[in-house]
């Protein structure tokens, strides 16, 4: 299995533009998180996905970030519109259910850069 | 909530000398109980996860950890360091949520 993949790597955007960054999880997972990662805050929890539905979006920040799932093989994180202090990497994993210390797989996160 | 907390952010040490880095968890229920590496510009990879079986759990790498119910501590250990062991390591926690929070991190930097 090729494991989590993001896309893309790197975005630098202009401040009010529109990103998308996207997550494929490893197949047969039941479980998608996106996590944001930055220096002053560390690793966040944005929002969850059990089986495509959204379970937990309380660590969305603002009404700017939404994310969806349209299949087990999909999922996406907005933001529009951007603004500089979203500049952070942003890391999609996922994990199968079965008890809770089943490990969570990680993507390569994507580096976005809002100038 | 589960929540865990990592006693400092860097830690220098010198090549082979041991490693320790220290986590604290604070939960009303038996936690799940993880430790993840970053190495720069990558992913977080797993090293080891408590799974209750045993108090001292064996990952990759030459790590280990012990589960101290008593201490509410899951403490990451390794007796030789390497060069390559220079990343960033986070404890992590869990819940019957699935929700995994995460530790500061503490950076590991090996002096040759």
């Known amino acids: 299995d090729a494991g989590v993949i993001q896309s893309p790597r790197h975005e630098v955007t202009e401040m009010g533009q529109e990103v998308t960054l996207r997550c494929k999880p490893i197949?047969?997972?039941?479980?998608l998180f996106w996590y944001r990662q930055t220096m002053m805050r560390g690793l966040e929890l944005l929002i969850y996905?059990?089986?495509?539905?959204?379970?937990?979006d309380s660590g969305m920040p603002e009404d700017r970030f939404s994310a969806k799932m349209p299949n087990a093989s999909f999922s996406t994180l907005k933001i529009q519109p951007s603004e500089p202090r979203d500049s952070a990497v942003y890391f999609c994993a996922s994990s199968l259910a079965g008890t809770a210390n089943t490990e969570a797989f990680f993507g390569q996160g994507t580096r976005l850069t809002v100038v | 909530a589960q929540s865990v907390t990592q006693l400092g952010s860097h830690v220098s040490v010198s090549e082979g000398a041991l490693v320790l880095l220290r986590c604290n968890y604070s939960?009303?229920?038996?936690?799940?109980l993880f430790w993840y590496v970053q190495y720069p510009n990558q992913g977080l990879q797993l090293l080891l996860k408590?799974?209750?079986?045993?108090?001292l759990v064996k990952g990759i790498n030459g790590f280990e950890a012990e589960f101290k119910k008593s201490e509410t501590s899951f403490h990451l250990t390794k007796p030789s360091a390497h060069m390559s062991d220079a990343a960033e390591y986070f404890c992590a926690v869990s819940g019957d949520d699935y929700k995994l929070s995460f530790g500061a991190g503490t950076t590991v930097t090996v002096r040759a």
């Open positions: 408590y799974t209750s079986a045993a108090t």
């Open positions: 996905f059990n089986n495509n539905v959204p379970i937990d």
């Open positions: 939960s009303s229920v038996p936690p799940y």
């Open positions: 197949s047969g997972h039941d479980y």
